[in-house]
């Protein structure tokens, strides 16, 4: 089956973009949530259409994306938490704490950016991936002391 994304959706694409999916993906997931839409010919016409205008788009965000990114780099994130003696934390520190403590850094970022596998559960400095674009992202240090 083949689609027109109307947003980007991770480990697809981005929107506007034609993909070529299972039909039951299609249908029961993509086209019930309206992140696509069948790719008939007249919605493939009304495409071809828009094509620069998304082009434009698209390389507008990649940029704001690369200007964060740059800003990001050499942020440092502190957290305090209460630990046991051997270093491991008495709860987590998760990709809302993350987002929380960037937003009150003066960063705005999406909340699907952060990547992190599992909540953070030991003292110490862990670098934590943010994909802020499919081609960009951004490392940041995340710095867990033990409350005393």
């Known amino acids: ?5 109307r947003s980007s959706v991770e480990n697809l694409g981005r929107a ?34 828009c094509k620069d205008k ?20 050499g942020v440092k ?22 987002l929380k403590s960037l937003k009150a850094s003066g960063f705005s970022v999406p909340k699907t950016s952060v990547r992190l596998d599992d909540p953070i559960k030991t003292v110490g400095e862990h670098v934590v991936e943010l994909r802020l674009q499919p081609e960009v992202s951004a490392k940041v240090t995340v ?3 033990a409350r005393e």
């Open 16 to 49: 506007g973009d034609i993909k070529d999916v299972a039909d039951g993906y299609g249908r029961n997931f993509l086209l019930p949530k309206r992140l696509a839409v069948a790719a008939t010919p007249a919605a493939l016409k009304e495409w071809e259409k």
């Open 77 to 98: 994130l502190s957290f305090t938490v209460p630990a046991s003696p051997e270093g491991k934390l008495f709860g987590s520190v998760g990709k809302s704490d993350i």
């Open 54 to 73: 998304r082009a434009k788009l698209v390389a507008a965000e990649v940029e704001t994306a690369k200007g964060l990114a740059g800003k990001l780099a």
């Open 1 to 5: 089956m083949k689609v027109i994304l």
């Open 143 to 145: 710095s867990v002391v």
